[in-house]
């Protein structure tokens, strides 16, 4: 007999729980008048973004965000205005405030989150540019059949790739900052991950280990909303000395010349 969570699943049918129903409801208990969140948004599960732009006085409190579970915030890169949602880890979580934030306004979400290394691209930390994701988690059953993989938007990729490359940032190496192509794992439970199904990712040529992406991807697939994730890979798991060096600020500034790229090279004209 199949789990439950691959039982009873009608893919193509609506949901009864709506997220614009009840961002409704805390709108109304919290006395906040519709308004919408900035068109493009940021998931940031380390939080290490966000809170090197509250540090510098960069982010301010977004007013129209009435998520009950968290908070977001607001800034510009390079005349764009930009929400930011801090903390956002693991796959349910992040699916839960993608699904708010474009039933807010939003229409353009990208994630950049902290990884570990697989296979090998260079010393860390790099980022990858996820192309797909090892569905090694729970909350993409819930929104696409089953499959090993969760895939982005090809011509979102494409887009994005030409837009850093237009943007002034070398996808291979400028100033220490290094971008690749590449599929990565999603996984629920990153203290269950053995040696087997290590080299099993390994084999299949995933490039990193994270916790969003294929969750994000097939929400991304299911509801046609344009999502893009980074997997910022900063680590080898911890089975070396010295590990999790991000870089300056945690790896805020990498992170910030990564979208400022992006805007530079022309993503935000998705947006228009």
């Known amino acids: 007999m199949k789990p439950p969570i691959l039982r009873h699943k009608q893919?193509?049918?609506?949901?009864?729980?709506?997220?614009?129903?009840?961002?409704r409801e805390a709108r109304r208990q919290k006395g906040l008048a519709a308004a919408e969140v900035p068109e493009l948004c940021l998931l940031d599960p380390d939080g290490d973004?966000?809170?090197?732009?509250?540090?510098?006085?960069?982010?301010?409190?977004?007013?129209?965000?009435?998520?009950?579970?968290?908070?977001?915030?607001?800034?510009?890169?390079?005349?764009?205005?930009?929400?930011?949602?801090?903390?956002?880890?693991?796959a349910p979580y992040a699916v839960l405030l993608a699904e708010q934030m474009f039933a807010s306004g939003c229409r353009l979400l990208i994630s950049i989150t902290s990884s570990g290394q697989l296979k090998s691209l260079g010393e860390t930390p790099y980022y990858v540019l996820a192309e797909e994701a090892w569905r090694d988690e729970g909350t993409s059953y819930h929104y696409l059949p089953p499959a090993d993989f969760a895939a982005a938007d090809p011509k979102l990729i494409d887009a994005a790739w030409r837009a850093l490359a237009d943007g002034g940032l070398s996808v291979h190496a400028d100033g220490g900052l290094r971008v690749h192509k590449g599929r990565t794992w999603t996984t629920d439970a990153p203290?269950?991950?053995?040696?087997?199904?290590?080299?099993?990712?390994?084999?299949?040529?995933?490039?990193?280990?994270?916790?969003e992406t294929a969750a994000l991807y097939a929400f991304a697939a299911a509801k046609a909303h344009p999502?893009?994730?980074?997997?910022?890979v900063t680590n080898t798991m911890a089975v070396t000395e010295v590990d999790f060096e991000k870089g300056d600020a945690h790896g805020a500034l990498d992170s910030l010349r990564l979208l400022d790229a992006l805007l530079s090279g022309g993503l935000d004209t998705l947006l228009r």
Do not use: K
């Open 191 to 211: 203290f269950r991950e053995t040696q087997a199904v290590i080299e099993e990712g390994r084999a299949l040529g995933l490039a990193a280990i994270e916790m």
């Open 11 to 23: 893919h193509g049918a609506p949901s009864v729980f709506q997220a614009g129903n009840l961002l």
């Open 49 to 90: 973004i966000l809170s090197y732009l509250r540090d510098t006085s960069q982010a301010r409190p977004a007013a129209a965000w009435a998520c009950y579970h968290s908070e977001m915030f607001e800034f510009e890169r390079r005349g764009q205005r930009i929400g930011i949602v801090g903390n956002a880890v693991g």
């Open 227 to 232: 999502v893009l994730c980074f997997a910022h």
